[in-house]
């Protein structure tokens, strides 16, 4: 993969967080330092690269969040304070979370994605609107669990725009290193607040991203996560008591179902796969990531579609836009980047395809299929 690539670098901003997280869970503030400001770096580039790249209004989000956690954590390097011990519980913590921007991705920027665009609108849109047609109550869990690349972030924050309520949002990588010390306590606020803004009625969505890497039961219990599970699963029974009328909705999102236990997964009783795209979701999802590039009329776009089977949505966002970066850069070296570039053609797709491998290997596949087949009937 070009070491400029977008998913490349998102992968990259990821990991950069997740060793934050886990440097800053030990203690080691010098090194959580060195690696927050690494994703922040990743993430400022990847908004300088793309400007318009869906996600942009998360990731901006996150690089706020990073940015204070490195400030706190100078402060507590120099301060020599204890890292979480005597520190005030801060309800800004959890209004952080809610977002004030809301991403610009709406179900319309969404390739394909039927069943569970479907999905979301019956168990949380048509019940907002007309929660008198739902007499036996409607889903308050929901789990988006599918292979990387292929939509569920991206669901979510459609979600955001779709209904006309608050979006809390809360990534794994951010949440963990503000749930650090008494994490179960900030757990039972974030539900809190979450009953406070919806007392008016208005719909309220906790979206939990990476989930597994939250609640999972590989996690060790030396920082507390078991009760975070505990606090977590309690107020999941609080929310899916029938006689409460609220909009509060909670949204996880993971790539590793199986690393969740079947406790949490109950307590999701709607459970949407989102899997890789099939032949018509790769046409879409060309047509999509075409819309804004010139394309020759060489390009037949069915067949490339059957050319990119086993390809993720963002594989295949990655293949477009390296095919295009081979017209620009050409206009770069041949006229010194004056005048257009030339539309993208078949051989350039052939050129980019040649070295590139699905990211998502079709054992895994399998692991997603059976996993589904096991646990939709649970
Ligand atoms: N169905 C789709 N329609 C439009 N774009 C898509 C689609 N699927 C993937 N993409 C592109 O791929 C990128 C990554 O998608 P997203 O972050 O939603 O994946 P994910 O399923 O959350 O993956 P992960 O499990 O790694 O978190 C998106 O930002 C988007 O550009
Ligand atoms: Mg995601």
């Known amino acids: 993969m070009s070491s400029s690539s977008l998913a490349y670098l998102e992968n990259m901003a990821r990991n950069y967080a997740i060793q934050a997280v886990l440097k800053d869970k ?18 400022t580039k990847i908004i300088q690269l793309y400007p318009n790249n869906a996600l942009n209004t998360l990731y901006k989000e996150w690089i706020d969040q990073y940015k204070k956690r490195v400030k706190d954590l100078e402060n507590l390097r120099t301060s020599l304070i204890p890292a979480y011990g005597g520190t005030q519980e801060k309800d800004s ?84 290193s503000k749930w650090l010390g008494d994490a179960e306590k900030k757990v039972a606020r974030l539900f809190k607040k979450a009953r406070e803004l919806s007392s008016s009625g208005k719909p309220v969505i906790i979206f ?17 996560e078991v009760r975070v599970r505990n606090q977590f699963l309690q107020e999941m029974d609080g929310l899916m008591d029938k006689s409460e009328k609220h909009f509060i909705f909670v949204i996880a999102a993971t790539n590793k179902p199986w ?14 796969y989102v899997p890789l795209p099939n032949k018509r979701a790769r046409i879409e999802l060309l047509k999509l990531f075409m819309k804004k590039i010139k394309v020759s009329p060489n390009v037949d776009i069915e067949k490339l579609a059957d ?26 070296t041949k006229n010194g980047g004056k005048g257009e570039a ?17 990211s998502v290997s079709k054992d895994l596949v399998k692991v997603f299929d059976s996993w589904y087949s096991k646990f939709k009937a649970l």
Do not use: Q
Request: proline fraction near 5%.
């Open 26 to 43: 030990e203690g080691n503030f010098g090194e959580a330092i060195k690696y927050y400001k690494g994703a922040i770096r990743v993430l």
């Open 93 to 176: 913590d959890i209004d952080d979370m809610i977002l004030r921007d809301k991403p610009k991705v709406t179900f319309n920027d969404i390739a394909d994605l039927r069943n569970a665009k479907k999905a979301i609108t019956e168990s949380i849109i048509y019940p907002t609107r007309r929660p008198d047609l739902f007499p036996l109550g409607w889903p308050r869990g929901i789990l988006l669990f599918g292979p990387p690349g292929c939509g569920k972030t991206l669901l979510a924050a459609a979600v955001a725009n779709e209904i006309k309520g608050a979006f809390i949002h809360a990534d794994a990588a951010s949440i963990m």
């Open 208 to 224: 939990i991203d990476e989930v597994d890497s939250l609640l999972g039961t590989f996690s060790n219990e030396v920082g507390g």
């Open 259 to 272: 690393k969740l236990d079947n406790a949490f997964i109950r307590r999701f009783t709607k459970r949407i």
């Open 307 to 332: 050319m990119l089977e086993g390809y993720t949505g963002s594989d295949i966002r990655d293949i477009v836009m390296a095919a295009h970066l081979r017209t620009v850069s050409e206009l770069f």
């Open 342 to 358: 030339r539309p993208v053609t078949l051989e350039d797709f052939m050129f980019v395809l040649r070295d590139r491998k699905p």
